[in-house]
Nanobody, 126 residues
Framework: QVQLAESGGGSVQAGGSLRLSCAVSGYSSGSYCMGWFRQAPGKEREGLVGLDIYGRTMYATSLQGRFTASRDNAKNTLYLQMDSLKPEDTAMYYC????????????????????WGQGTQVTVFS
């Protein structure tokens, strides 16, 4: 059974940084895509970045280069480094993964992802 668990959220002042982690279990290989999403109160869940099975990334242009995602298949962990945080980045952040060995684009469309973590809250105050 595939499970994802996010950690690393918290409260930070505007301009600060946070690093989120997503621990993955239940796969027998690294043949799955991963992504980071967020959802603010009253808003739709928003795709931030997708990573293909090789770790190549595709970012939402709205991030303006402030976030960096990476995956460490040896540690079965996905990361999201968030810099220059703004109050509008306040949201619940989720990691997601596709089915194993299923074709995936490495993008950040919600419909492509099968498994989701419970989320970690990020609050940015001014």
């Amino acid at each position: 059974q595939v499970q994802l668990a996010e950690s690393g959220g918290g409260s930070v002042q505007a301009g600060g940084s946070l690093r989120l982690s997503c621990a993955v279990s239940g796969y027998s290989s690294g043949s799955y895509c991963m992504g980071w999403f967020r959802q603010a109160p009253g808003k739709e869940r928003e795709g931030l970045v997708g990573l293909d099975i090789y770790g190549r990334t595709m970012y939402a242009t709205s991030l303006q280069g402030r976030f960096t995602a990476s995956r460490d298949n040896a540690k079965n962990t996905l990361y999201l480094q968030m810099d220059s945080l703004k109050p509008e980045d306040t949201a619940m952040y989720y990691c997601a993964a596709t089915g194993e060995s299923q074709w995936c684009s490495g993008g950040y469309s919600r419909n492509e992802y099968r498994y989701w973590g419970q989320g970690t809250q990020v609050t940015v105050f001014s």
